[in-house]
């Protein structure tokens, strides 16, 4: 009896941890959500107000400029230019990081470490401290505050870890399977379509969320390479509500959901096929 | 259907060279395995004529076709592979049915084909699972369905059976056989275990670091083995070996035991000569209680070290002439360690081999 009930005041402990973690994890997203939903009076109120009194859309209807006081922000052009940023370079990074992953998983060459240590030491420099002869290089290009600018850094961002991931999925597909399907009566080029790429394909969906929110949330680098509404993204954005010496917190706030509320679709959508997918069977040895 | 040849196969990586030039002709609806220690180019071989490893030099023939450049594909052949390579994200359906997919077959034949294999090794009832929801044997005879049912040239085994626990290997290795009688193509087949290679070859073939040590069918190599070293590995337990040299009056072993020289081997046993007499534990056992019949070969005595019973028959551990031998009892006959026997050797049955070539004096 008291056995089960220090079992049970363990589990309770245990849930009360993973509860306390998780809300201090999950406030602030919230206070944020919760804040795009009330005007920036009650935001700003002291003492602070915890419940909102009243709920209202009017910051979403003012930054997409209907409604009485208008705040001119191009919402919708920034939205465009970080789904056509983020979607372009995560699909160019995956079919890098496909390719490479694979070479490295499968095939001998010379200097393969070398170029595998190398590619995951240029993930240990800070994007940052890249910004400065990015710029340069780019503002020679012409290619600063246009879209393919940013694609490409991002694209160069993310192809590292892509591969670097991919690569762990391939090698843990055996070889054979592959020559199986070749003495089955593939090509090497139909062996992986048919065989090893769907086996892998739980691994390249996590390198594809990873390399989009990378790019989907990225601040510092798109905040020195985009100047306009040609280019600048969603988190570039955020910086229109601060004014010399007011900050807009409610319109911030509710451009923050728009920037989230994609992210967190994607991530719902994929979490199913991540899960099943990394359950592996059918090969013994 | 189709004969397979290898004519000078040589396998290097880099300057390693792992197989040196193997030679062998293996007739059409021939089983023949592959047999040697680990790391001896069984599986290199296998590969090089399944087309996954590029030969070095010589040539393959398939049926009379030089398939040395081919790609897998287009060798016509099928592989059973040890872990048994079954694709996991399709049933057991698919699994069969696959390579006469990617052949363009129509629906009707692929069906029935599979259905054809299904029958064949039992697995109707498995169609719709996947292979994780498999056992070992089941993925094992998916595995061998897979091979079938493409009516292939040539099967390729590579040891199919050594992820099975033993109950299970000898059930398979019956069912290898059977499927060999049935569907009667070539097989080659690779296993590093003796009583596999004894009880399913048409022909045996021994090899060790690259060579071919003996072809034959497996009562020849039992019966005749070329060396010391094929002596040693088929039959068991293995056979005992006991140094010896050449006198005028016989063999004289370690101790100064002296033993007639086989009858048969006579001839070819030039005193002073250093050898090696190679007795199988089945031909030394006590008067009465072994396969000997009375007053047939020549008395020893034996000092017993260990003594396993194994029901029918006992396997004893014991000294002669300062070394262990290995013999046996049949019968009832417990013996107990300590135990000195005066036992009986066949030795019309004994092999004598050259101390320093290894080579069995009998091929000279
Ligand atoms: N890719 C490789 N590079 C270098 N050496 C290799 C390679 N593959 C195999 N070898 C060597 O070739 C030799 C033969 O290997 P193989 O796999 O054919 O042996 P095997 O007879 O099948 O042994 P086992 O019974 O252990 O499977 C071994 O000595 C092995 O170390
Ligand atoms: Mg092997």
Redesign the pocket.
Known sequence: MTRDLRRQLKAAALWLTAFLLMVVMCVPGLWVVLSAFRPNREILAKPPVWLPEQLTLDNFAKIFGFGADQVAIPVAAYFWNSMVIALTSTVIALAIGTAGGYAFARFRFRFKNAVFLGLMLFRAVPGIALSLPVFILWSRLGLIDAQLGLIIVYVALNVPFTAWLIDGFFRQIPEQLSEAAQVDGCTRWQAFWRIEFPLARSGIAAAGVFAFLTSWNEFALASQLTRSTDSKTLPVGLMDFTAQFTIDWAGMCAMAVIIIVPALILTFLVQKHLISGLTFGGVKG | MAGITLRNLVKA?GR?R?VHGIDLDIGNHEFVVLV?P????????LRMIAGLEEITSGEIRIGGRLVNDLPPRKRNIAMVFQNYALYPHMTVRDNLGFGLKIAGQPKEVVAARVQEAADILGLAQLLDRTPAELSGGQRQRVAMGRAIVRHPDAFLFD?PLSNLDAKLRGQMRAEIKKLHQKVNNTVVY?T?DQVEAMTLADRIVI?RDGHIEQTGTPMEVFNRPANIFVAGFIGSPPMNQLPCSAEAGGLRLADGTVLPVPARLAGKVRPGAALILGVRPDDISPEGSGLLATGEGAMVRLTVDIAEPLGMESLLYSRLAGQEVQSKVFGPRLVSPGEVLDCRIALDRAHLFDAATGRSLEAA
């Open positions: 990586y390693v792992v040697g680990s790391g001896c180019g069984k599986s290199t071989t040891e690779v590093h090899m």
